[in-house]
């Protein structure tokens, strides 16, 4: 059970998109339409942004959107606002109703 | 409102044992599945454990295998999580959230769990 693989940093300025990878294996990421991704700002919990690779959840801003290729799952957030400054984790159904988190990807908003 | 809210954290020695609860309101969580995802200091988000809806069948991470017990009390709308054989590397905040479509949708605000002698 390794996590799912996630760059450490990335940024953008305000209006600009920004994408976060999330890459597994063919067990999790590549064999199941179930891949999440959350918000967490600090001191917080976690806030579903995306799932089933695509999908958001009612409230989510349309600026969110999720796409999957093969093993790699990737958020990308266009219009970048100073509240998006935040960690996002991807999270990935892995099989026998277990689960694999991404180790986090810290945005920051330049 | 729909809440979750967890309590139970606390500083206990390594070895020891430790209860976390997880109380649902706004919504009967009977429907939902339940896991508990923990978050040690500084570090990145692991899923620890799930349940189903009547609590009959459970899962959990390997390193948590044979030292946590999930389980549900549907009358009492309540989670817990029995820990036990606590080591230094179980000291996270510990999330319950509620599960569907195998995405984490519910978070509750956590409680930090601290192994230390």
């Known amino acids: 059970q390794s996590a799912l693989t996630q760059p450490p940093s990335a940024s953008g300025s305000p209006g600009q998109s920004v994408s976060i990878s999330c890459t597994g294996t063919?067990?999790?990421?590549?064999?199941?339409?179930?891949v999440s991704w959350y918000q967490q700002h600090p001191g917080k919990a976690p806030k579903l942004m995306i799932y089933e690779v695509t999908k958001r959840p009612s409230g989510v801003p349309d600026r969110f959107s999720a796409s999957k290729s093969g093993n790699t799952a990737s958020l990308t957030v266009s219009g970048l606002q100073a509240e998006d400054e935040a960690d996002y984790y991807c999270s990935s159904y892995a099989g026998d109703d277990t689960w694999l988190f991404g180790g986090g990807t810290k945005l920051t908003v330049l | 409102e729909v809440q979750l809210v967890e309590s139970g954290g606390g500083l206990v020695q390594p070895g020891g044992s430790l209860r976390l609860s997880c109380a649902a309101s706004g919504f009967t969580s009977r429907s939902y599945w339940m896991h508990w995802v923990r978050q040690a200091p500084g570090k990145g988000l692991v899923w620890v454990s799930r349940?189903?809806?009547?609590?009959?069948?459970?899962t959990y991470a390997h390193s948590v295998k044979g030292r946590f017990t999930i389980s549900r009390d549907i009358a009492k709308n309540t989670l817990y999580l029995q820990m036990t054989g606590l080591r230094a590397e179980d000291t996270a905040v510990y999330y319950c959230a509620t599960g569907d479509s195998h995405a984490f949708v519910i978070w509750g605000q956590g409680t930090m769990v601290t192994v230390s002698s």
């Open positions: 349940i189903n809806g009547d609590g009959s069948s459970t």
């Open positions: 063919s067990s999790d990421v590549g064999g199941f339409n179930s």
